[in-house]
């Protein structure tokens, strides 16, 4: 059997770090420095691969199931193994990738986060967290880990230690793919674009963070000195009396603007620049389209500035990304928690809440349940579990729900369902063919999580108003609502 050798370009690194301003996932500072080497065997082309990971049962990432029996792991700069993984974290993935564009074996697995500290903020209606002077972007996509109770934005604390993984969109905003919890003492760590150097006082910022780097190693720095406009990563154990970061090491990431020509890339991103359909970044890495280029969930046309997309291809002699086939990864605003009316694990799909859902190699599968199956599959899953879904209505007009986030979690009566409205009674509305039915005791709420009278509501909602219910399942197909609210789609 043919395969594609993948390995770890210094460009890929700068992608996984952010590639400064323009944006990316996160990858070690150590990384940058002594990027591993290419994987021997194979037909000895070179690529990587990065993006979320999806499930376990070997390593899930971008729709590719690669075996791991052999991989080596580097987690946030040290030695570690699969099991400091988590759903949801973005990696790179170094190996082989089989000719059905399915499977692999991986030789290397890369983590890092993109920032460790202590939460500064919380903005529960924004949808926003801020952490280390990083404004942390949580939607429909970003996993919790279920030690925060609940395991969502409402879990978290100010002045609790979490991790971020996930992408940095165009704004410099980072899009949380995964958020975990951390003991006290774990050392803080942040990456961003060296601003406002002051090096009479040893200072600079990373957006709204203020470093100290007085006793700091500087690493990979050109004659030993920071500069602005340097994509840095900054670790340190405290925060001094002011709010600044004291920084123990300071390390100047890789900013190659490309790998060699030939090699494969498939990244997950934010467009980060946008000038055409032809002529645009992805996370920081430029990329072109052609006429065989291949478009899935959308068009050339729906491309733009802060779009999500996996792009897949060969880089050329000017190192620039010819993209074979763009996905666009449209924003997920339906909601779904509740029991399992029925599975049907051959067929990739389940029902809840009368709602169809169906899952494929992209859905991120997690057990949050006690059971705490790994992976979960649907063949884990039986009718009665309490499931959260988190995706999209697809195809359009069709009722059922392509998963993007599936969880299984421990047995509760509460049912939700957020979506768009497909029509409006006196006292009622659907969404997905689901009845939502309001009463006398029924809590109104606007976009800002203020009460509202049930008569504002009934008069604002409309078809394709974006609303989410709490209540209780009466049937299949109706829920008793305690509670709804308008959201904002992401």
């Known amino acids: 059997m043919n395969a594609l050798r993948i390995t770890v370009t210094t460009a890929i690194l700068a992608v996984l770090a952010g590639l400064g301003a323009c944006g990316g996932g996160g990858d070690g500072a150590g990384l940058a420095a002594n990027p591993p080497q290419p994987p021997t065997g194979g037909i000895g082309r070179n690529g990587f691969a990065v993006g979320p990971v999806s499930n376990f049962g070997s390593i899930i990432v971008n729709g590719v199931t690669y075996n791991t029996d052999a991989a080596a792991f580097t987690i946030n700069d040290a030695p570690g193994t699969q099991a400091d993984l988590s759903v949801g974290d973005v990696v790179v993935v170094v190996g082989t990738i089989d000719d059905d564009g399915l499977t692999g074996t ?33 939607s429909p996509e970003t996993s919790f880990d279920d030690s925060f109770s609940p395991a969502s934005l409402e879990g978290v604390s100010i002045g609790q230690i979490v991790e971020v993984s996930g992408q940095i969109n165009a704004n410099g905003d980072i899009v949380a793919t995964r958020i975990e919890p951390k003991p006290a003492g774990t050392q803080f760590e942040v990456h961003g674009t060296v601003a406002s150097l002051d090096n009479t006082n040893m200072r600079f910022n990373l957006r709204d963070l203020v470093v100290d780097f007085t006793n700091a190693m500087l690493d990979n720095f050109p004659g030993g000195q920071i500069s602005d406009g340097d994509f840095v990563e900054a670790k340190g154990l405290m925060l001094n009396a002011n709010g600044e970061l004291v920084a123990a090491r300071v390390e100047l990431e890789a900013l190659v603007p490309g790998g060699n020509d030939g090699d494969r890339l498939e990244i997950e991103g934010f467009i980060t620049r946008f000038v055409s359909a032809t002529d645009f ?31 897949e291809g060969d880089i050329d002699s000017n190192g620039v990304l010819v993209a074979t086939k763009i996905d666009i990864r449209r924003a997920k605003a339906v909601r779904a928690t509740a029991n399992v009316d029925s599975v049907d694990a051959a067929n990739d799909s389940l029902v809840v809440l009368g709602i169809t859902v169906t899952v494929d190699a992209l859905t991120r599968l997690e057990d949050k349940s006690n059971a705490d199956v790994e992976p979960l599959t649907l063949a884990a899953i039986n009718a009665g579990d309490y499931i959260e879904v988190r995706g999209d209505e697809f195809p359009a007009g069709s009722g059922g729900v392509l998963a993007t986030i599936l969880e299984r979690e421990d047995p509760d009566n509460e049912a939700e369902l957020q979506g768009f409205v497909e029509t409006v009674g006196a006292t009622s509305y659907t969404v997905l063919g689901v009845t939502i039915n309001t009463n006398g005791g029924t809590v109104f709420r606007d976009e800002n999580d203020l009460v509202i009278s049930e008569a504002d509501f009934f008069n604002r909602v409309a078809v394709n108003s974006l609303v989410k219910a709490d209540g209780t399942e009466v049937s299949s197909m109706a829920i008793t609502a305690t509670e709804v609210e308008f959201e904002v789609e992401f």
Do not use: R
């Open 106 to 138: 991986a030789d290397t697995v890369l983590f890092d986060d993109l920032v460790t500290g202590p939460v500064e903020s919380i903005d529960l209606p924004g949808n926003t967290l801020t952490v280390l002077g990083q404004l942390v972007l949580v």
């Open 281 to 311: 970044d992805v996370a920081g890495f430029p990329v072109t389209t052609t006429a065989s280029t291949v478009f899935e969930g959308g068009v050339a046309g729906d491309l733009g500035l802060n779009i999500k997309v996996e792009a």
